[in-house]
């Protein structure tokens, strides 16, 4: 990956009236990068990328694409292309039809247009099906058309609305990595939009968490789920969701005692302030079941959810703690466990800003 | 769950007000074809003994309906043109937009579905002579019924319009044509339906107007068959027959077109055009 920039918003800011949807946005997204935008509905990521793709005009900052500024460019002369969440296909046309509306808005010549369609079509599957109408195709044939007509202009900058949220599940995993391919094989510019945390680690080289018009934290997929920069990324990034604990540090800040029954204390991986109170953030899948007495923290278990190759235990009066066991333990709700974890996996938060300490 | 019982009841009151309903018409095809003393025979035929088929060539030529349905088509086609290519770009900016100045437009163009033609006549008859449009009254017509027709259209068009989703336009936009040729190559051939139908819909309700054609149009020559039918009827007529003849091949052809249609009219009015 090289380090020229393909895309580069430097304090973006969108009004809707009184409403603020983007609050000095800074992105940096070099050529050939694959970038996720995840957070929760209403957190303005596609706003976001319908800034990018011109169907939105940002109220203040500026947007390039490579090095143009391209805040009032209308998206026709952005050289993006679009895939939407409902696909938007033109259903009064056929599938090669679809393919080949922006060749033809080009004035491509007829017979080089569909030539390169079928190149295209070819390549994700749809070479059968070129001359059926949208409404004849199933969900995922009409993702693959949604895919074709973005490929088939080879636009500097892929966007993806929520491509994969129409689809059953085992759908979307195959479509994920398919995509993930086709934009390696491409070697083109992706921004790819998701509620989905699991889409955007998979996917992605680069992920944007956003809440509330604003980016909480971007990184590489692992750098966010090591090192969390608040509580509301430790939150979302990983399932099942991370479990908070509220918690007070001992006398010398070597240690944290948690504010549950039997008070526990575990041992901190470095020294933080004294006597203060924090929240304590302990991944599901870092937590181990130990033998009686040896573990740190002593529970109930409340709840047993078995998948078959996982199992999700909830200990704690209200199931309040999960823990994800890929191996079988012969457990069984009511027992008292003992819990323990590896210092370096504990994640401390202030309660106050949430961010991390 | 409707019993079967009750799905009977509900099945027969719809034939009686059916019946109703529709009596006036049949009452006009039989008192067509009947002589002048079955007409106002009592108790009075349902079935014409003697049916006079001749009325319907002999009325066509007596009154000179040929001018008259002329005139009519000329009118209602071009109200329906005029209608259709001022009122379906307004339908669309009337759905694409949500402000309050929309809905401020909205409610104005409902206004003016309330007021009344005959109220509206006498401010358009002098407003029309100021400018010599009365000269062309034809033309003066036409102005007068697309303005009282236009809300009507925009309504239903506007609704077309909605159901379109903006994200096919959208689309069109990031594949690289403009708004107009978004508008042109997606949303319209989408919204087809609707406004087509909204358009027949138009031309018949031009087709058959009469209190902007009577006070505009003096020239028996230029003159619609809803003026000419009325002309027809005088305070001493007994040519009942006649009339109804006229009547007859007045509404017949627009009727006919109406049952031949009616099942692509309350599916384009009804569902999206989209599946």
């Known amino acids: 990956m090289t380090q020229e920039l393909q895309i580069e918003l430097n304090g973006v800011d969108k009004h809707y009236g009184a409403f603020h949807a983007l609050k000095d946005i800074q992105l940096a997204i070099p050529k050939g990068a694959f970038v996720a935008l995840v957070g929760p509905s209403g957190c303005g990521k596609s706003t976001l990328l319908r800034s990018i793709a011109g169907l939105e005009t940002i109220s203040g900052g500026e947007m390039k694409i490579t090095d143009e500024v391209v805040n009032n460019v209308p998206p026709r002369h952005r050289d993006v292309a679009m895939v939407f969440q409902s696909y938007a296909l033109y259903p009064h046309m056929t599938v090669i039809d679809n393919l080949t509306y922006s060749l033809r808005l080009k004035k491509t010549p007829k017979a080089e247009a569909r030539k390169i369609a079928e190149e295209v079509a070819a390549t994700i599957g749809l070479e059968n099906l070129l001359d059926r109408f949208p409404r004849e195709l199933s969900g995922g044939q009409r993702q693959r058309v949604a895919m074709g007509r973005a490929i088939v202009r080879r636009p500097k900058v892929f966007l993806f609305d929520e491509p994969l949220s129409n689809l059953d599940a085992s759908l979307r995993v195959h479509m994920r990595k398919e995509i993930r391919a086709l934009h390696d094989r491409l070697g083109a510019t992706s921004v790819y939009v998701t509620h989905d945390q699991i889409e955007a680690m998979t996917m992605a080289d680069h992920v944007v968490v956003m809440r509330a018009g604003v980016i909480e934290q971007q990184g590489a997929p692992l750098e966010l789920y090591d090192r969390p920069a608040s509580q509301f990324v430790a939150g979302f990034i990983g399932s099942p969701a991370m479990n908070f604990v509220d918690g007070v540090t001992n006398a010398d800040g070597t240690a944290v005692t948690l504010e549950i029954d039997g008070a ?94 | ?63 000179g309906m040929g001018r008259f349905i002329w005139n009519s088509l000329v009118i209602a086609t071009g109200t329906m043109i005029l209608v259709a290519g001022l009122g379906t770009g307004c339908s669309y900016v009337l759905a694409r937009y949500r402000n309050i100045w929309i809905d401020v437009a909205l409610f104005l163009v409902l206004m003016l579905q309330v007021l009344p033609a005959s109220l509206m006549i006498t401010p358009l008859f002098v407003g029309f002579s100021a400018v010599g449009l009365l000269d062309y009254p034809r033309f003066a017509v036409i102005l007068a019924v697309t303005a009282k027709a236009m809300p009507f259209f925009v309504i239903l068009v506007r609704a077309t319009f909605m159901a379109v989703p903006a994200e096919l336009e959208e689309a069109a936009l990031v594949d690289g044509n403009s708004r107009v040729g978004a508008f042109v190559s997606v949303v319209l051939p989408l919204a087809r339906n609707g406004v087509l139908v909204s358009a027949i819909l138009i031309f018949m309700q031009a087709f058959g107007e009469f209190v902007y054609s009577k006070s505009i149009i003096q020239d028996v020559n230029l003159q619609p068959a809803s003026v000419g039918l009325n002309a027809f009827m005088g305070p001493n007529t007994v040519e009942w027959n006649n009339i109804m003849a006229y009547a007859t091949i007045y509404v017949t052809p627009i009727l006919a077109a109406f049952v031949l249609l009616q099942q692509r009219i309350v599916a384009g009015l009804t569902s999206g055009a989209l599946k």
Not at chain 1, 269 to 298: D, F, M, W, Y
């Open chain 1, 264 to 357: 526990p204390e575990l041992k901190l991986p470095r020294q933080v302030a004294c006597n203060q109170k924090v929240t304590v953030g302990l991944r599901p899948e870092h937590l181990s079941i130990s033998a009686a007495g040896q573990g740190t923290i002593t529970t109930k278990i409340s709840v047993i959810e078995s998948t078959g190759s996982t199992t999700y235990v909830g200990a704690g009066d209200t199931g309040k703690i999960t823990i994800v066991l890929s191996e079988r333990r012969d457990i069984s709700v009511g027992d008292t466990i003992d819990l323990s974890i590896n210092a370096k996996d504990i994640h401390l938060f202030d309660p106050h800003s949430q961010m991390a300490i």
């Open chain 2, 1 to 63: 769950m409707m019993t079967p019982h009750l799905n009977r009841i509900y099945l027969g009151a719809a034939i009686v007000f059916a019946i109703i309903y529709l009596f006036p018409l049949y009452w006009m095809y039989v008192t067509a074809l009947k002589s002048g003393s079955e007409i106002f025979a009592y108790p009075p035929t349902f079935i014409p003994k003697d049916p006079q088929w001749g009325v319907f060539s002999h009325v066509w030529e007596v009154r």
